[in-house]
């Protein structure tokens, strides 16, 4: 079992930044990639970005490229988001989530890849 807490959502302006973290916590010795996914009011579930853990190697959703960027803190099992250029459309409780195994050459781009989640944190973007 793998425990993830994510902090800090707010509310920002349009253009602004906010940093994200998420703690694991558990059975992280099993860890290949952990990853960030949004869902907003009436839609899906959708990948933001995620890093392989051992690699450091990133991938990231088209709509966040240049703006959102994942780093990872081995030492304390935590990984950020740092989002700059923030845009209303980017509003959505965001989640924190934890793939064990191998995903694919591709990295971890699918919500079936993951298997432990956070509680998620609310980022709002006003205009």
């Known amino acids: 079992q793998v425990h993830l807490v994510e902090s800090g959502g707010g509310l920002v302006q349009a253009g602004g930044s906010l940093r994200l973290s998420c703690a694991a916590s558990?059975?992280?010795?099993?860890?290949?990639?952990m990853g960030w996914f949004r869902q907003a009011p009436g839609k899906e579930r959708e990948f933001v970005g995620a890093?392989?853990?051992?690699?450091?190697?990133?991938d990231y959703a088209d709509s966040v490229k240049g703006r959102f960027t994942i780093s990872r803190d081995s030492a304390k099992s935590v990984i950020y988001l740092q989002m700059n250029s923030l845009k209303p459309e980017d509003t959505a409780v965001y989640y924190c989530?934890?793939?064990?195994?191998?995903?694919?050459?591709?990295?971890?781009?699918?919500?079936?890849?993951?298997?432990?989640w956070g509680q998620g944190t609310q980022v709002t973007v006003s205009s």
């Open positions: 989530a934890h793939a064990p195994y191998f995903c694919s050459s591709y990295g971890c781009t699918e919500l079936s890849q993951y298997r432990f």
């Open positions: 558990g059975r992280t010795s099993s860890s290949y990639a």
């Open positions: 890093v392989r853990l051992s690699s450091g190697t990133t």
